[in-house]
């Protein structure tokens, strides 16, 4: 341990750091571009300069490391002057292009020149032109010109992603960053590298020019594009998701995403072929008829449709499928309807792609959630009931009913032609798909964007999910936490002014409307109190609430097994 003073404070800090991470950890601000707590250190960018005393001239805080009785000085009139003039060196060739600059609002160049400039530049020649919008892969776009040369993007490639196919040419002010030769910007992190930019060098081409960063409201979620379960913040305007981006967890993605959880993972929230209502099978009906044959009707009609026909079947001619795409929450409810209707027939799928998968993020299981729907019920115990025993007995006839989650097994062909045989099938489900067109009974269900709840990562770690976007007014008042606490957690009131695009609610709630219009008296008015239930009555949630989980989430209490294989519960 070393014992240091900056800036008059004195403390006691480990002696393997350097001077820019002690601040870090004691909240002092050095400003920086370079480095990066994730990243080797670079020393290029100049800006972090400190003034140590006995040092015969200044030293960058991310390389000098700390020494007993080190007294270091971050805002002494050196520091400033020094500061000053870094900045004007790098503005001589940036243009000046915040207005329409995509990291406008979120550029460190930006807020530095206002805090630590004097605004005022001695250049007074041509500046150095550089090349623009030069596609440097599928998903990233650069401008040559913004480039400060910090170098985070080359490191990240090379350390991070273990793909180095970035790399600075030239030299002096003619300094230009581009991809080896032969190469794309292409590997699955790619978009990290947008994240790192402290400039507006590095864009989305999927997200380029379509907001400014002050227009839409950021809210803390949970990725649902595989088992890792990154935390992200979802970013919406005029109640559309338009971009996703990673948010701090050093226990599940540290500080990345790929870029496959980035894009594909959100466009069907305000896609043309959301569910815009319940819909229901009725022959010789035209109306508000889609192209299968399902008519829109209203929420009453539709759940008594339900319940009405569920109670026309024995138990053992009844099956439910689960879903690793659905909440916590949605399955123990669905578990709790199966198992009160007595039905031992319940299984989910398993959405395995091997050799998908690698030593960073990404995981072969592409769904959120398969962890949790084995912890809150589903388990080999219920009558060994797997997906392909249900088929089977469905081929058979002893099936005759069956009741489908948020998934779609009908994508297999397969699969389709079997469950067309059956008397009476619903499904939830907020898109159309290969299964909705065979359903008699179509409830339209929210998108994890939409609604409260929690996923439990392969880590065995339960996370939280929050609404960014609204589907029906009423669902304001229906959905769980009070406006307070969703501001507390990160959610803005700006999204609720939009109006309704479709009428689709959370499958928690539809659970309890379809068992209380079966007899039940289930009193779940929001989806904490799912929560709260599930906490008290399952021993690997025992002690959590949401408040507990916070930002990070929590490691269930039980020992995590990962699954490596696919398993039929």
Not at 135 to 162: Q, Y
Not at 218 to 234: E, F, L
């Amino acid at each position: 341990m070393a014992k240091i003073t900056i800036d008059g404070k004195q403390l006691e800090v480990d002696n393997k750091l350097t001077i820019i991470q002690v601040a870090l950890e004691h909240g002092i601000a050095i400003p920086h571009f370079c480095w990066h707590p994730r990243l080797s250190v670079a020393g290029n960018c100049r800006i972090c300069l400190v003034e140590v005393e006995k040092f015969p001239k200044l030293v960058i805080a991310c390389a000098t490391q700390v020494t007993d009785g080190m007294v270091v000085k971050t805002n002494s009139p050196k520091v400033v002057n020094a500061r000053e003039a870094v900045m004007e060196f790098l503005l001589i060739n940036h243009p000046l292009d915040c207005p329409i600059c995509d990291e406008a609002g979120e550029c460190k160049l930006q807020d530095y020149a206002y805090k630590f400039s004097e605004g005022v530049s001695r250049f007074d020649f041509e500046k150095v032109r550089k090349p623009k919008r030069v596609e440097l892969g599928p998903n990233v776009m650069l401008d040559v010109e913004r480039c400060i040369m910090c170098s985070r993007c080359v490191r990240f490639c090379d350390e991070i992603a273990k793909k180095p196919q970035l790399v600075f040419i030239q030299r002096a002010d003619h300094v230009e960053l581009t991809t080896f030769p032969g190469e794309n910007l292409d590997h699955p992190y790619s978009m990290n590298t947008i994240d790192l930019c402290p400039v507006g060098a590095l864009t989305s081409r999927d997200f380029r020019f379509k907001a400014r960063v002050w227009e839409m409201s950021s809210t803390d979620t949970v990725c649902p594009g595989c088992a890792r379960g990154c935390n992200m913040k979802m970013w919406v305007r005029n109640n559309e998701v338009l971009r996703l981006t990673p948010r701090y967890n050093p226990e599940v993605n540290d500080y990345w995403m790929c870029d496959y959880g980035r894009l594909n993972t959100f466009k069907y929230v305000n896609a043309e072929n959301r569910i815009k209502a319940p819909l229901i099978r009725k022959e010789g009906v035209l109306a508000n008829q889609t192209d299968s044959g399902l008519v829109e009707v209203g929420w009453d009609e539709a759940i008594a449709k339900v319940a009405s026909e569920l109670k026309s079947f024995d138990e053992d001619e009844i099956a439910g499928l689960c879903s690793a795409f659905a909440t916590n929450e949605d399955n123990y409810l669905f578990v709790k309807l199966m198992n009160m209707l007595g039905v031992k027939n319940i299984a989910f799928l398993q959405h395995l792609i091997e050799g998908d998968e690698d030593d960073i993020l990404i995981r072969a299981d592409k769904t959120p959630n398969n962890r949790g729907v084995r912890e809150v019920g589903l388990t080999s115990s219920i009558n060994g009931s797997g997906w392909e025993i249900i088929l089977r007995r469905i081929d058979e006839g002893t099936i005759k009913a069956l009741y489908v989650i948020d998934d779609d097994p009908g994508a297999d062909p397969r699969v389709a032609e079997t469950l067309a045989r059956l008397d009476f099938f619903v499904v939830h489900a907020s898109n159309e798909n290969d299964t909705t067109k065979l359903a008699d009974v179509v409830l339209s269900s929210s998108t994890y964007a939409e609604k409260h709840g929690t996923f439990t990562n392969f880590q065995g770690r339960v996370q939280r999910i929050r609404p960014a976007v609204t589907t029906a007014e009423q669902d304001r008042a229906l959905d769980g936490f009070a406006m307070s606490r969703l501001d507390k957690f990160g959610a803005h009131n700006d999204r609720w002014m939009q109006g309704p695009k479709c009428d689709a609610r959370p499958t928690w709630r539809i659970l309890t409307c379809v068992a209380n219009a079966l007899g039940a008296k289930w009193k779940h008015n929001t989806v904490e109190d799912v929560f709260n239930e599930i906490a008290a009555t399952t021993e690997s949630f025992k002690g959590m609430s949401y408040m507990k989980l916070g930002l990070r989430g929590m490691l269930l209490k039980t020992k995590v097994e990962v699954v490596a294989a696919p398993i039929h519960a």
